[in-house]
């Protein structure tokens, strides 16, 4: 699978962009000062949980809504869409917080970036196919208030900016059939990592 630079950062995301470290998702945490434009809200480690939750309840259903496309992924799915993705950002559980908020950091990016490209595809393969546009854009919809409110935590408590190589998945190249089957190994990965992570915040 071909993991490059994909798609234009949003200012959102406060981020320094850096070109050419050599592997995908290297990224180093940077320990210069950070700045915050506004304090971040006292109860932000409860709008991330939130947040999370928010993520966990719907993400069965976009799979599901993604499978609705029917052969040849839905007859098998772990088979065809459970072995890609191996540029993917970890995530180790009961780290302490910031560690594992940094780890969120990079795999909500890596999401963000890659269902925008998914969802584009997806438009122009099947553009009738609204049950799958609003589910996947009700779930980008949560993702900038999330990561910027991870943001605002690193810099808050820690200190911590991140400058980041962000990378996802870049499908522009690849032929009908294998963007589908990115598009399932990603939605497939998404809705087993998310239990996990929002039971881990
Ligand atoms: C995706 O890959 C293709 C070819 O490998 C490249 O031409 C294109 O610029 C890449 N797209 C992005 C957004 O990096
Ligand atoms: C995530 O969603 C699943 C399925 O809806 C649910 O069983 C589980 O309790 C949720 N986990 C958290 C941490 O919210």
């Not at 993991?3 to 850096?18: A, K, Q, R, T, Y």
């Not at 000062?33 to 809200?41: A, G, K, N, S």
């Not at 990378?167 to 497939?188: A, D, R, T």
Request: net charge negative; aromatic share 8%.
């Amino acid at each position: 699978i071909k993991i490059e630079l994909l798609g234009i950062l949003s200012p959102l995301l406060i981020l320094h962009w850096e070109h050419g470290t050599g592997s995908p998702l290297c990224n180093t945490p940077d320990n210069a000062p950070c700045v915050l434009d506004h304090p971040c809200d006292s109860n932000i480690m409860t709008q991330i949980r939130s947040q999370m939750g928010q993520l966990n309840s719907s993400a069965n259903d976009v799979f599901i809504a993604y499978m609705g496309q029917g052969q040849p992924f839905s007859s098998d799915v772990d088979h065809m869409c459970g072995h890609g993705l191996m540029s993917f950002p970890p995530f180790h559980a009961n780290g302490i917080e910031r560690e594992k908020l940094v780890e969120l950091y990079r795999i909500m990016v890596y999401f963000d970036f890659s269902l925008d490209d998914t969802l584009k595809f997806q438009k122009t393969l099947y553009p009738n196919d609204q049950n799958l546009h609003s589910k996947l854009k009700s779930t980008m919809d949560i993702l900038p208030g999330l990561l910027s409110n991870v943001l605002c935590r690193l810099c808050s408590k820690n200190n911590m900016r991140l400058t980041d190589t962000i990378y996802g998945l870049n499908i522009s190249q690849e032929n009908v059939f294998h963007k589908k089957k990115l598009g399932c190994e990603l939605l497939l990965k998404y809705t087993q990592l998310i239990p996990y992570l929002a039971w881990d915040f």
